[in-house]
DNA sequence: CATGAATGAGCATTCATTCAT
DNA sequence: TATGAATGAATGCTCATTCAT
């Protein structure tokens, strides 16, 4: 699953061949589909670990207790963290997330983790501390600038000091923010 | 171009075969051989078309002249107009820009789109209209956040009104101003 | 379809390979999806074919004005004619008439095939010149009797004189005649 | 080896895959290669068994004393209650008995047990009971005949009464009888 | 001795590309 | 100049066979 996260995230799902895969994990191209049905089952199972280990990540340490301000503060630097230490996953799941062969299961479960995105901004919301736009409008907003964001950090157009971080951080908060 | 551009837009690249291609576009397969060396030649040709309305289209009735928060202004709904009136161009210049198969000139003539943005966000820098971000951050979030929004347009979880798109594009000047 | 049939006939439709029937045929591989959409869609034309063959070739100069005798006569002929004439689509016929790649227009087709000797054999029964038993076992008696009597000529087992023919005729006909 | 008879009788040799059989006999794929060296080897056991048992199976209670009628009988019977009793071999026999996969004693062995029938015959034309015919066309006529009404029994087209059985025995017998 | 995970050659099928018409 | 039939390399996938446990 890694060697195909891997490959998957740099060239796509089409321009991944299982024989690549298979030679990138160092196992035989058969020995795929001894645990894996199709490609199409694969590209899925990784998706699923992506969303699933993204969605911890998230909410790790989340500062339930706290204000929006805070709680969003943390949102992003955990979006950002998770970006930077997995780069592979993030830039899968930010470009695949609409591609076909997802299943139900994979659409479910990422929809699950932007839900908690989502109850986040309508909470702000509801405390008249984030504007009231629709929370789909706000999020991706946020979520456009994140993934841009680290596209850049990726390709180290920017690097990731602290006092840049804060100030995107801000940005993005400002965004939202009444 | 057209019967390409529709079908890259829609399946992506890989996705799409010649014979597809030739078939949408009511021509012979080996037609599209004659006007182009390769299928990759193909899409750049239709990238770089893509590349260049989008661009003109940006700086049609462009206000040199006005100060940087009307310029904001007119970038945004050029770009909302844009991602509305060419559905096809603008899902295609989103998702594939970033495509392995874009060769060097695709990538310049893009680069120059953005560079327009560029000079835009250094211009509201230098007069401190625009705060002292590096200017490829000020532009991933609002890139990426017009992005999203015009992803939600097309998939019309979000309707065009003007009051939502007024909110919207104070968001995203929120987001960059001082 | 000449290619396909030699090698479907020798070895069965698993054994046998597209690549194979294409080395045979003398074209690409690809090109027999031009025509057939399947490997299967392939033995089922191949199929059809073979049975219109025969089906075409049992009918010719059949003498619907003489006695039964003379028709069973006819048919025998008919059918080791066949054999002999037509090797492989005999064989293809005897061996894969029950395969489970046979799609229903195949199964209709060779059931009729089967109809026009069971009217035969009923209309036979009708005039008490054939004995009082289910037409199929008498279709069966004759039926396996034909398609042995064929591989042992087609092996050169037996050769086909004027005499022997006669005799096995005979035989057949003794074995349904009251 | 009855695991494998089953399936090879239900499916053919090439549609039939080593696990599967492994599954069917509830032993690990391997173990298959501990008692077999092939495919084709497993394949010949099975089919040298069914011979053998077919042949035995003929020979029991054979009435060497009697005359040549009530041998054919006899026979006749066998065969029936054969291709009844034991399904899956007679139907392996039946249309396995010309595969490309036998080896030379498998081809031996069932050429053994044609040379019964063989015997029997030229016994009966030695006598002037059975008539002066080549004997591999008598036995193609016969053998065939059985083949077919086995098959119409095993698809229960054909129901085993006595009365029926009485008359396809006498059909055949007919054919072949002085 | 029994196992079943691993293998990779070989299969059916697709599709970018060519070239005779 | 336009065509589309033909191609064959490359793909996803299967399965007979091996071998470490």
Request: contains cysteine; negative net charge; proline residues 2%.
């Amino acid at each position: 699953m890694d060697a195909a996260l891997e490959l998957f995230a740099e060239r796509g799902f089409n321009a991944t061949t299982v024989p690549t895969i298979a030679l990138n994990a160092e196992v035989g191209a058969g020995t795929i589909y001894r645990y894996f049905e199709h490609k199409e089952a694969l590209v899925n199972a990784v998706f699923q670990r992506c969303v699933e280990s993204f969605s911890h990540h998230l909410q790790e340490n989340y500062p339930s207790d706290s204000g929006i301000r805070e709680q969003f503060r943390h949102l992003f630097f955990k979006v950002v963290g998770f970006a930077r230490d997995h780069v592979y996953a993030f830039s899968f799941l930010e470009s695949q997330s609409n591609a076909p062969y997802l299943d139900s299961k994979s659409i479910d479960i990422f929809q699950e983790m932007m839900d908690f995105f989502y109850q986040f901004l309508e909470e702000g919301k509801k405390v008249n501390v984030i504007r009231s736009v629709p929370t789909e409008a706000l999020f991706a907003i946020v979520y456009g600038a994140y993934v841009e964001i680290a596209k850049l950090l990726r390709k180290k157009i920017l690097s990731e000091s602290d006092q840049l971080m804060n100030s995107l951080e801000a940005c993005c908060w400002d965004a939202v923010r009444v």
